[in-house]
């Protein structure tokens, strides 16, 4: 889930064991879609939001998961 806090973008993510993780995230418009990358990313992590609404995640080697959108 992305969402809005005092004016920043935050990414959280929810496992299927119920435990979850949240950072902050900055937006950014790439090859017309939107991009966004943890504001302190350590690796080359980024997270691109695809036409059909769900958000592709990539790393060095490429693409290495999806999020599906959900309602």
Do not use: C, H, W
């Given at each position: ?26 937006k ?26 769900n ?13 599906l959108?959900?309602?």
């Amino acid at each position: 889930m992305i969402y809005k806090k005092n004016k920043k973008i935050f990414l959280k993510q929810t496992f299927s064991d119920g435990s979850s993780v949240e950072q902050e995230i900055i937006k950014k418009k790439f090859k017309g879609k939107v991009r966004y990358k943890p504001n302190k990313n350590t690796e080359d992590i980024y997270y691109l939001v695809e036409i059909n609404g769900n958000l592709s995640m990539y790393g060095n080697d490429g693409k290495f998961g999806d999020a599906l959108k959900t309602n």
